[in-house]
C-alpha cells in the first residue's frame, strides 16, 4: 500500500495559478487510481479530480477546465494545476489512492495541504 504526502499549498490571490504536488511511497504507484479532494471549513470534503493509471482524468464540474490533474509515473508522483483560483477555492486539498479505476471508498489519504484564495 502507498503512502502519500502533499506539498505546494500556499496563499495565492484570486485569479492566480498554484501546483499541488503529491508525492507516493512504493513502487506499485503506477497500478493506482490517484484522486484529488478538497475540504473547506465547515463543509463535506468533495472530489476534485482524478487520474487512472493510464492518465485518463475525469473532474468536478466546479473546477473543469480550470483545474489539471497530472501523473509521472518516473517520480511516483501525482501533480493538480490550479488556475484561474477563486475564493471559493479555499480548502485543506488532499489526494488519495486506490486499486479500484473507479474507486468508491478510497483506501488511502495523504494529510492534505492548506490552500487560501485571497480575493
Known amino acids: 500500500q502507498v503512502q502519500l504526502v502533499e506539498s505546494g499549498g500556499g496563499l495565492v490571490q484570486a485569479g492566480n495559478s498554484l501546483k499541488l504536488s503529491c508525492a507516493a511511497s512504493?513502487?506499485?504507484?503506477?497500478?493506482?487510481?490517484m484522486g484529488w479532494f478538497r475540504q473547506a471549513p465547515r463543509k463535506e470534503r468533495e472530489f476534485v479530480g482524478a487520474?487512472?493509471?493510464?492518465?485518463?482524468?475525469y473532474y468536478a464540474d466546479s473546477v473543469k477546465g480550470r483545474f489539471t490533474i497530472s501523473r509521472d509515473n518516473a517520480k511516483d508522483t501525482v501533480y493538480l494545476q490550479m488556475n484561474s483560483l477563486k475564493p471559493e477555492d479555499t480548502a485543506v486539498y488532499y489526494c488519495?489512492?486506490?486499486?479500484?479505476?473507479?474507486?468508491?471508498?478510497?483506501?488511502?489519504w495523504g494529510q492534505g495541504t492548506q490552500v487560501t484564495v485571497s480575493s
Open positions: 512504493g513502487n506499485t504507484f503506477r497500478m493506482y487510481t
Open positions: 488519495a489512492a486506490d486499486l479500484n479505476s473507479l474507486p468508491v471508498k478510497w483506501s488511502t
Open positions: 487520474t487512472s493509471w493510464s492518465g485518463v482524468t
